[in-house]
């Protein structure tokens, strides 16, 4: 067994601070998404979701953020894959980000919907033509014999669209998650992290609380 006691790090580049955020979870999450843009290294946008599958058991993956505004964070995926199905029976997620260069986690509790057509489509048009057959040719989650079993569907489905429009499969498309909890956490000396919690109240403005750690 690979003892881990001595994996250690003090957190000392930055502090959260009441007086120094704003009233408005989306912005502060805002401003720091556009922090770690300047600074981390990778994929900024890639998040964990985490739901609860058919089988009662709670799963994450690392999937990709594709926009975030005030309504809450857009994500893709295939509705009749594993993910999908789980959130389709279960709503309530939780997304998180993790961005070691700024020592920042940020963890959302939120209820997950589908986007519209039009949403799904518009982001499906955009997406390289690679993307959008492979979209098209994975049965997402589903167990299958080989890779070249795959790669055969994909060589078959290149032949049999050539020059044809690629359609959004109607099985494939967006997750808007809704936020009702945003939690932001900021590494410090000592282990004693600040941990900032915006909760979304009935009248649609966000109380904030600080959180020990």
């Not at 000392?12 to 981390?40: C, G, R, V």
């Not at 609860?52 to 999937?63: A, F, Q, T």
């Not at 949403?119 to 040719?137: H, N, T, W």
């Amino acid at each position: 067994m690979k003892d881990l006691s001595d994996y250690r790090k003090s957190y000392e580049k930055s502090e959260l601070l009441e007086n120094t955020i704003p009233d408005d979870a989306i912005q502060l999450f805002h401003n720091w998404f556009y922090e770690a843009e300047e600074q981390e290294n990778g994929e900024v946008n890639a998040m964990t979701v985490s739901s609860i599958g058919l089988d009662g058991y709670p799963k994450n993956r690392v999937v990709l953020l594709k926009k975030f505004n005030e309504e809450g964070f857009i994500f893709y995926t295939n509705y009749h894959s594993e993910k999908g199905k789980a959130i389709l029976q279960h709503p309530n997620v939780c997304i998180s980000f993790f961005w070691p260069v700024l020592e920042r986690q940020v963890i959302i509790k939120g209820i997950a919907e589908k986007t519209t057509a039009k949403v799904s489509d518009s982001y499906f048009d955009s997406r390289p033509e690679g993307s959008k057959l492979g979209a098209i040719v994975s049965n997402q989650s589903e167990v299958i014999p080989s890779r070249t079993f795959l790669d055969e569907k994909l060589k078959n489905l290149k032949t049999e669209i050539s020059g044809s429009e690629i359609k959004r499969p109607e099985n494939w498309g967006g997750f808007l998650v809704k936020p009702v909890e945003v939690e932001f956490w900021q590494g410090r000396a000592n282990r004693l992290h600040d941990r900032i919690r915006y909760k979304l109240e009935a009248d649609l403005s966000w109380k904030i609380d600080r959180l020990s750690p």
